[in-house]
């Protein structure tokens, strides 16, 4: 197990930010942690990279327990913050080696040069960081999290703010560099974390709501489902609306949205529905309910 | 932890407030400098007044390079804490409000060993702002006035003294009032960084630093028996002209100044001590708060 926690719990004065949750991730797994602004993922994060303290609760990382031994969780943990906080005034190349100083590795100039490679930032190394793009300081960022290379990689919001050609290049880099590691990623992003990520955590209002991965959650977790059927000729939409299991309708061209509360009942009444009246289906299909719908299930209210 | 020390003395070299503290030590000294070059003489008449009569002294050799010293002295040592107090003040709060602490937390460096070297880098910064001084205020002094006796002005109870020091005999005295400024501006580095931990921007410790500095001096001076007696022996305020009294030399029956001696070793030792525990008690404080600090920014 990479990261476990178990009856997490912080409150902030009289306030609960977090209440009594637990999960863990598997070494090797990418987890994405979502969850509304104040929900409390920022609170877990920084808890597991040792920065706010355990109040209550168990929180490991690699088997190690952040209360007691913080230091050397802090050595098994590569973390990019939300913001992506540098030292601007630095160099690129000296950041990087004032990180590795600070892990107190061995061999600092050959590990920075490598990292500076693998991440790509080779022709910018020579640069002020406050002259880098947005993208560029989130690559020395990440450059900064891998340095000491280490088993569990916490990135928190690591594209936001960036442009979609920077949010697909980070992405990229992300993904590249995160095989073998574990990963807990955190975003507002949800086709991001759909892209990216095994599983889901969703927290709201410091409980978990929801965990588990992002198919079984499409699966399960909304109660409406959604059919989407094309016709070759135009058809009455109010006989379509008369058919059994039809919640709701809408129409675009000769394509018909349909909310159902039982899909695989529906497609049969529909594909009866066509032969009694000589239409042509061209498509039909189960629409699957985007991790967003998932999100605002769980989240509103 | 050499490493960490370079990168806090490197961040506090980029940031213009540092430079203030310079450009206001070299304006205040070359004006002091240039209005005793030009009209020195008034201003020894002037402290002549109360002891003219029984004191024959060539007047232009008194105003000499270790006199100018002192005189500056005597005014920046007590407007040096605000310029302490601004790079002091910044050192865990200018970090809280770039994030710039949460990311140096997140990495296997204790909080005690962080506030520690920012400390060690806050009285650094203190000692190279008073060795500027010293350039500016006695060696450039020396330079352009020359160097003779240091005769000093002072005003004990009700009546004036003017007391002389041998030139070869002044030095040593800089050296150990420079010494014991250092010591008195580390306690305001030490209460700024304390103030620092509990602000997430750097103006409010510094401002919380300067206001309390000054009503502590107000209080310093306020000369009621109570307050004499029960608080001013308990506030650092009241020691921070200490090092005056490494020129109030000693005199012998007839009234001549012995050679390399005090007159009150004893106070100086006292307030040294005094200074130092308050050290201890903001840098303790500091370190226990930060140990045990959320850090949300």
Redesign the interface.
């Known amino acids: 197990m990479s990261i476990k926690v178990q009856h997490f719990t912080k409150t ?1 004065g009289a306030q609960t930010a977090v209440n009594d949750i637990s999960f863990s991730i598997n070494e090797g797994e990418i987890v994405g942690f979502l969850g509304p602004n104040g929900a409390g993922k920022s609170t877990t994060m ?1 808890t597991i ?5 355990v109040q209550k609760g168990i929180v490991e990382v690699c088997g190690i327990n952040v209360a007691e031994n913080a ?2 969780s ?2 098994k ?1 590569g ?1 990019l ?1 939300e ?1 992506n ?3 601007v ?2 160099y690129v190349r000296e950041y990087i080696q ?2 590795a ?4 590795l061995k061999n600092i100039k050959s590990k920075t040069e490598n990292i500076i490679e693998t991440i790509g930032i080779g022709t910018e190394a020579h640069k002020k960081i406050s002259q880098l793009s947005k993208g560029y300081k989130q690559r020395v960022g990440l450059a ?1 999290a891998l340095i000491h290379e280490p088993e569990v990689l916490i990135l928190d919001e690591p594209t936001s703010g960036l442009d979609p050609n920077q949010i697909i290049e980070i992405r990229n880099v992300i993904k590249t560099l995160s095989a073998n590691k574990t990963v807990l990623f955190s975003s507002h992003i949800l086709q991001e974390v759909e892209a990216i990520c095994d599983r889901v955590i969703i927290i709201h209002k410091g409980n978990i709501v929801a965990n588990d991965t992002i198919q079984q959650l499409q699966k399960t977790d909304n109660k409406q489902q959604i059919i989407t059927v094309t016709f070759i000729e135009n058809v009455d939409l109010k006989k379509l609306q008369s058919l059994p299991h039809v919640l709701e309708i809408t129409q675009t061209n000769n394509t018909y949205t349909i909310k159902t509360n039982s899909a695989d009942a529906l497609r049969k009444v529909i594909v009866q529905f066509s032969i009694e009246h000589n239409l042509n289906i061209s498509s039909l299909q189960n629409q699957q309910n985007s991790l967003e719908a998932v999100f605002r299930e769980l989240t509103t209210g | 932890m050499w ?2 020390l370079q ?1 806090e003395l ?2 506090i070299s ?1 940031r213009p407030r540092t430079y203030i503290a310079f450009a206001a030590i070299a304006a205040i000294v070359l004006i002091f400098q240039f209005a005793f070059k030009a009209d020195g003489i008034s201003y020894v008449n002037l402290m002549l007044q109360g002891a003219g009569d029984t004191f024959e002294l060539d007047k232009s050799k008194a105003i000499n390079g270790y006199f100018m010293c002192y005189i500056i002295l005597n005014t920046l040592l007590i407007q040096i804490p605000i310029l302490v107090a601004l790079v002091a003040g910044d050192a865990i709060s200018g970090e809280a409000n ?3 602490l ?9 909080r005690t060993k962080l506030i520690g070297i920012k400390f060690i880098a806050s009285v650094m910064y203190t000692i190279v702002l008073l060795i500027f001084m010293a350039m500016m205020a006695l060696f450039l002094s020396m330079a352009i006035f020359g160097v003779d006796d240091l005769l000093i002005f002072r005003v004990k109870g009700d009546e004036s003294q003017i007391l002389q020091i041998a030139q070869i005999d002044v030095m040593w005295r800089y050296v150990a009032a420079f010494g014991y400024a250092a010591v008195a501006l580390t306690v305001i580095a030490a209460l700024a960084l304390l103030l620092s931990v509990f602000a997430d921007n750097s103006i409010g410790p510094i401002i919380a630093t300067v206001c309390i500095v000054i009503a502590c001096t107000i209080v310093s001076n306020i000369n009621v028996p109570i307050i004499d007696k029960n608080i001013k022996p308990w506030l650092f305020t009241s020691y921070l002209v200490g090092w005056k009294g490494f020129f109030y030399i000693a005199v012998d029956a007839d009234n001549v100044p012995i050679p390399g001696s005090m007159e009150n070793w004893g106070a100086i030792r006292n307030s040294l001590g005094i200074l130092l525990a308050h050290i201890g008690l903001f840098f303790g404080a500091a370190v226990f708060f930060f140990r ?1 600090k ?2 949300l920014s």
């Open positions: 902030y920084k990279t040792g920065y706010l303290a230091k050397l802090k050595q943990i973390y913050p913001a906080p540098l030292y005034d630095m004032f990180i100083n600070l892990h107190g900064a | 490493s960490l990168i490197f961040k980029k770039m994030g710039t949460r990311l140096i937390l997140t990495k296997p460096v204790s045990n959320d850090i």
